[in-house]
């Protein structure tokens, strides 16, 4: 696959070398190129199609969508518009800004202990994990299965009663509990539940009318993910957890569009604004994708947001050091490159969860192909020895 990519990259950067055949060709050469990837992602088993979005601060670049919503013949297919399961996307699409915009409303700060805000952990082990810590994945806390009944109250048990040796602070350990505690924050602060809350404050005022929790669309608008014995089902949340706690969650349970992410990562690469106005000043947006140290540096992380962990497939090649992202299980991901003015949004309907490497490559692969197209005077210049791409 790396020689075909680079023999693509290289037809390419002599296609935009040649005006008399830039356009059109490069039109055909993009489609043609991130076609295949998902073609044969599609004829390995590991996805039934999926849904590529390339853009910049001035919006979409381009778009391409390939296969259907089941492997059955005759089925749906997919499209911009087709509603995706993000999964750990709510993390950073919904849960983070979240936090944001109460940061930014000064109704939190990221060093308060999250006892101000949850008096179950006062006076035990864990009352000085701070809402940083949470944002960060260094609270120290695992991940615990919920309990049906009263689910939250049976997190919060566990939680305290850990006994994992980990310490605050010191190092990196990726729990959706993180972000469990975080979206009953944004409730428990602003008196408004998650969905809701975001709803208000960060989808609409981004133009995003076709992202939210619990969607009420037609389940032939909405890709389906892998269930209990592989049953694949639409329109209900993939996580265990996050349907226990009534499919609104901080961790899992946002339902978007490639179209509606498309315009969430236009409002990040302008700075916390759209069309539609300010959604976030310039300050916490960049304060949300500023790098955060751990694990003795291995480690670097934003708000909510991977900027370099083994979580960063999505990176790819080319993107540059500033760039940040995440991957949501069910098959999406989003990587955002400021200093490249770039992004690359990937929404697949998984089949295939056991073959985690190859489909972390087709993240990556995706990624690189991108850069490669829409940053070519870069690339070029690394294959003419003048600079070293990270």
């Known amino acids: 696959m790396k020689i075909i990519i680079a023999s693509i990259i290289a037809v390419l950067i002599l296609l935009q070398a040649a005006p008399s055949f830039a356009d059109d060709l490069m039109d055909v050469g993009r489609a043609v190129s991130i076609d295949v990837m998902l073609e044969n992602a599609v004829r390995r088993g590991l996805i039934s199609g999926g849904v590529v979005a390339i853009g910049n601060q001035a919006g979409q670049l381009y778009a391409t969508s390939l296969g259907s919503l089941y492997p059955e013949a005759g089925s749906p297919l997919l499209s911009e518009r087709t509603l995706f399961d993000t999964a750990s996307l709510t993390k950073v699409i919904a849960t983070a800004p979240a936090i944001m915009k109460l940061l930014e409303q000064g109704k939190i700060n990221l060093l308060d202990p999250i006892s101000r805000w949850f008096p179950e952990f006062e006076d035990t082990d864990r009352d000085e994990i701070t809402i940083l810590n949470l944002l960060t994945h260094t609270s120290g806390l695992d991940d615990v299965e ?4 009263d689910p939250l109250k049976s997190l919060i ?3 305290i009663v850990q006994n994992n040796g980990a310490l605050l602070g010191s190092r990196f350990r990726y729990a959706d509990i993180n972000f469990i505690l975080l979206g009953e924050l944004v409730k428990r602060v602003s008196r408004t539940p998650l969905d809701k809350f975001c709803a208000e404050h960060i989808f609409a005022p981004a133009g995003m009318a076709e992202t939210g929790f619990l969607p009420q669309s037609d389940q032939s608008a909405i890709a389906p993910t892998t269930g209990l014995n592989k049953v694949l089902r639409a329109g209900v949340v993939q996580d265990m957890n996050a349907r226990r706690l ?3 969650s901080g961790h899992a349970g946002l339902f978007s569009t490639a179209s509606d992410l498309t315009r969430f990562a236009t409002m990040i690469l302008n700075r916390g604004k759209s069309s539609g106005g300010e959604v976030f000043t310039e300050r916490v947006v960049a304060q949300m994708t500023s790098p955060y140290f751990s694990s003795h540096g291995k480690i670097i992380r934003g708000l909510g947001w991977d900027i370099h962990s083994p979580f960063s497939s999505p990176r790819g ?13 069910s098959g999406s991901s989003i990587w955002i490159d400021p200093e490249q003015d770039l992004f690359v949004i990937l929404l697949t309907v998984r ?11 087709l993240r990556s692969d995706i990624s690189t192909l991108a850069v490669s197209v829409f940053s070519t005077p870069r690339i070029a210049a690394e294959l003419a020895g003048e600079v070293k791409i990270p």
């Open 146 to 149: 919920l309990a049906s009944d």
């Open 157 to 159: 048990e566990k939680a």
């Open 246 to 248: 009534g499919g609104v």
């Open 317 to 329: 090649s080319y993107f540059s050091d500033m760039s940040f992202g995440h991957t949501g299980y």
């Open 351 to 361: 089949l295939d969860y056991a073959n985690v490497r190859q489909f972390n490559q």
